[in-house]
Each structure stands twice: as structure tokens, then as C-alpha cells.
């Protein structure tokens, strides 16, 4: 079974910086994509963790300060790729995580709508 098969929760696109502590060591990378319960880490060093192993997952997006942070299991950790599958996400990370998702789903003909549209200001009242 392959690891998309495993996956409970679709994955997204999701390019932001982030931290991955395990212990004292804190290790700098990239977030690549998300999904409601887990993340891809792009480590800038290689990394050589194994699955089972708890860390830190912190979170950061469009030049602010920290989004959020989670506690994170590493589900597996192959050529600078770290598969983290996410628990006790904190409020902001939560929503941060279902704006993605959301923007994700979407169909794209509501996308597409104009706002006065969206609005009811295209209809006329009988």
C-alpha cells in the first residue's frame, strides 16, 4: 500500500517556512504541502529521523510572525523529506490548516463569481 493510499486526508500545496524541533535540536526548512492532520517538511539539512519519532512543528506564512505550532510524529523521513502527521494543533495552526483546505476544494465556478453577484445585488425584487 502506498503512502496516498494510507492518506485519510487529501494533501495541498502550502509553501511557508518553518521549524522542526526534536529535543533541543531545532532544524530550519520548508512546509510543502498540508492536509487537516499532517505536513511535508523540506529539511535544508539532511535529516535522519525515525518514524514514531515526537517533535515540533512550527508553522510560518507570508512574512508574519509564528502562525501556529503542533505536536507532530514523523510518519516517515527519506531524501530531505520528513512526512509529520499532526496532533494537538493549536487555534490558529487549526485555522490556517481548514483556510487551505477550504481555498483547496473549492469549486471553481463559485471562485469565478463576481461580488455584487455573491451580494444579491445582480438579482431584481418582485
Given at each position: 500500500m502506498t503512502t496516498d493510499e494510507r492518506r485519510r486526508f487529501p494533501r495541498f500545496p502550502f509553501h511557508s517556512r518553518g521549524f522542526l524541533s526534536i529535543g533541543e535540536r531545532q532544524h530550519l526548512g520548508?512546509?510543502?504541502?498540508?492536509?487537516?492532520?499532517?505536513?511535508l517538511f523540506s529539511s535544508a539539512e539532511p535529516l535522519d529521523l525515525t518514524p514514531g519519532t515526537?517533535?515540533?512543528?512550527?508553522?510560518?506564512?507570508?512574512?508574519?510572525?509564528?502562525?501556529?505550532?503542533?505536536?507532530?510524529v514523523v510518519a516517515y523521513c527519506r531524501e530531505g523529506l520528513v512526512g509529520l502527521e499532526l496532533h494537538d494543533v493549536d487555534a490558529a495552526t487549526g485555522g490556517v490548516l481548514a483556510r487551505v483546505v477550504a481555498m483547496n476544494l473549492g469549486v471553481s465556478s463559485l471562485l469565478e463569481r463576481k461580488l455584487p453577484d455573491m451580494l444579491g445585488a445582480g438579482e431584481t425584487v418582485a
Amino acid at each position: 500500500m502506498t503512502t496516498d493510499e494510507r492518506r485519510r486526508f487529501p494533501r495541498f500545496p502550502f509553501h511557508s517556512r518553518g521549524f522542526l524541533s526534536i529535543g533541543e535540536r531545532q532544524h530550519l526548512g520548508s512546509i510543502l504541502d498540508v492536509s487537516l492532520k499532517g505536513a511535508l517538511f523540506s529539511s535544508a539539512e539532511p535529516l535522519d529521523l525515525t518514524p514514531g519519532t515526537v517533535c515540533r512543528l512550527e508553522i510560518y506564512h507570508a512574512g508574519q510572525e509564528e502562525v501556529g505550532a503542533a505536536t507532530a510524529v514523523v510518519a516517515y523521513c527519506r531524501e530531505g523529506l520528513v512526512g509529520l502527521e499532526l496532533h494537538d494543533v493549536d487555534a490558529a495552526t487549526g485555522g490556517v490548516l481548514a483556510r487551505v483546505v477550504a481555498m483547496n476544494l473549492g469549486v471553481s465556478s463559485l471562485l469565478e463569481r463576481k461580488l455584487p453577484d455573491m451580494l444579491g445585488a445582480g438579482e431584481t425584487v418582485a
